[in-house]
């Protein structure tokens, strides 16, 4: 089994920053594939930005050029870097991760993280 451990969330003002990141713990061989979705209230989770353990990343159109992606595969965390906030990027954040054992891939969500961004 896997655990997956959030922080940084919070509220922010608009053009404001916050810093997330996602510890993953457990039975793990490798991390093909970290992420980063969101979920605002009454819409469906969506990508934010993902990276690979070769250090490829892909982002949201509305994201790209204010967020970074980044990981430590030493420490198996992944980080949002987010600059430039909005009050559209308000929603619950959620760490994602697909994981390696042998041949076998499964996927793991982190528990959410609130990000408000609020005069």
């Known amino acids: 089994q896997v655990q997956l451990v959030e922080s940084g969330g919070g509220l922010v003002q608009p053009g404001g920053s916050l810093r997330l990141s996602c510890a993953a713990s457990g039975r793990i061989f490798s991390i093909p594939v970290m992420g980063w979705y969101l979920q605002a209230p009454g819409k469906e989770r969506e990508l934010v930005a993902s990276?690979?353990?070769?250090?490829?990343?892909n982002y949201a159109d509305s994201v790209k050029g204010r967020f970074t992606i980044s990981r430590d595969n030493a420490k198996n965390t992944v980080y949002l870097q987010m600059n430039s906030l909005k009050p559209e990027d308000t929603a619950v954040y959620y760490c994602h991760v697909t994981v390696a054992v042998s041949a076998i891939y499964s996927h793991y969500w982190g528990q959410g993280t609130q990000v408000t961004v609020s005069p």
């Open positions: 990276i690979t353990s070769g250090g490829s990343t």
